[in-house]
């Protein structure tokens, strides 16, 4: 196990279990060194709580984590975002944690405005160094106002930390798609951005299709359908403040407001209530039902429902997109719970294609954790 624990560390995974290690004491945020039994070193990170006791940023005895390591590395994430994004975009995520080897740490730009997010309380310990290493980078990118966003749902906040004061809501581009996104109060840090090549799909596939959209939250892939030239739209989510920025954004993309419709409710009362009515292209992209492990076996269940339903009002020969961001359930079971609710609505499925998040959201070959987006595309049949 140890060997083992060493080579992933050395192929650079970034976490380090409490439970591998032996018992120490140190500050959050503190630099610490991990050594083998014979007192090697092994890794230098910084130390967190809960269950990750280390956050890992070099397996290098040389390299110091310090001011110059984040600019560093901050620099070179930003380098790939410059040859990866795609045109017309100007919303992505700029650091991505651990796929960029800066642990705990995430920021997206929304046009000139950027939110940052802290993963635990280690690297929130960091916090002036990383502000004073993102503040250059951001400017020389016309970012001029960043915020820190904190808690989740009924608790999220958005501290001001430098720049102009940020609207209630902001528009952006993503191919062209007019999005609006409210930072402020929105999921995560207002859009799902690891969409952002599931919608592109989604719009080269919709023309003369009914689409109906479950979980749409801000509309994000019922623009891109209705921009895809879709002959109707359906957007259901039980959050009325999202359905509202989703036709805003309809609106903002001068989208004809009669092949739109909004249905503010949860997802299995309307799959159940509409089991007559069929979509040319069905699209499900759930928030995480596995939050932890220990809720991953109810989330199995969960999906295969969702599924199962979710089937039987695909038309026959249809499109079904599902998507999972459960980091807890891996794409193989995702896989599987999509089969079962297959059986369960006897359909036939075929595979069209699969993938992730895209590059702007990289993942570490040997952080399997960080493979956490699933989207399957199929083809339903009787």
């Known amino acids: ?80 975002r410059d040859r990866t994004l795609p ?66 749902r009924d608790k999220a906040r958005a501290e001001h930390l430098f720049g102009p004061p940020a609207p209630d809501t902001i528009d952006v581009t993503e191919h062209g798609m007019v999005l609006v996104a409210d930072i402020l109060r929105g999921q995560k840090t207002g859009l799902f951005l690891d969409h952002r090549e599931s919608r592109a799909r989604v719009r080269a596939l919709s023309r003369s299709l009914s689409v109906l959209n479950l979980y749409g939250y801000t509309g994000g892939f019922s623009v891109a359908a209705g921009l895809g030239r879709a002959e109707r739209v359906d957007t259901v989510d039980q959050a009325g403040p999202a359905l509202a920025l989703a036709r805003a954004s309809w609106e903002k993309n001068e989208l004809e407001a009669s092949k739109h419709r909004t249905h503010e409710t949860d997802v299995f009362e309307f799959l159940a209530g509409v089991r007559g009515t069929k979509w040319d292209l069905v699209i499900a992209d759930p928030p995480s039902f596995a939050p932890n492990e220990a809720t991953r076996a109810a989330a199995l269940s969960a999906y295969r429902k969702l599924h199962a339903l979710a089937l039987s009002v695909v038309r026959d020969g249809g499109l079904y997109l599902a998507a999972s961001c459960s980091s807890h359930i891996d794409r193989a079971a995702f896989l599987d ?10 359909r036939i499925l075929q595979l069209l294609d699969s993938w992730g998040a895209p590059p702007d959201h990289p993942r570490l070959a040997s952080f399997p954790e960080g493979d956490y987006l699933k989207v399957f595309l199929v083809r339903a049949l009787h």
């Open 1 to 80: 196990m140890v060997r083992k624990l060493e080579r992933a560390l050395k192929q650079g995974h970034p976490w380090i279990y409490r439970d591998a290690l032996a018992p120490f004491d140190a500050s959050l945020g503190a630099v610490v060194e991990v050594t083998d039994r014979r007192g090697r070193f092994v890794a230098r990170g910084i130390a967190d709580g809960g269950p990750i006791a280390v956050r890992v940023f070099t397996c290098d005895r040389r390299e110091r984590i310090d001011a110059s390591l984040f600019e560093r590395r901050m620099a070179e994430a930003a380098a790939l």
């Open 87 to 152: 045109p017309d975009t100007s919303a992505y995520r700029l650091l991505h944690g651990e796929g960029d080897r800066l642990p705990g740490l995430a920021c997206d730009v929304y046009g000139t405005l950027a939110v940052m997010r802290f993963d635990g309380e280690g690297i929130a310990a960091w916090h002036d160094t990383i502000v004073a290493a993102l503040q250059p980078l951001l400017a020389a990118r016309g970012v001029a106002t960043l915020l820190l966003r904190s808690g989740r």
């Open 337 to 346: 719970t999509l089969l079962a609710g297959a059986g369960d609505a006897h």
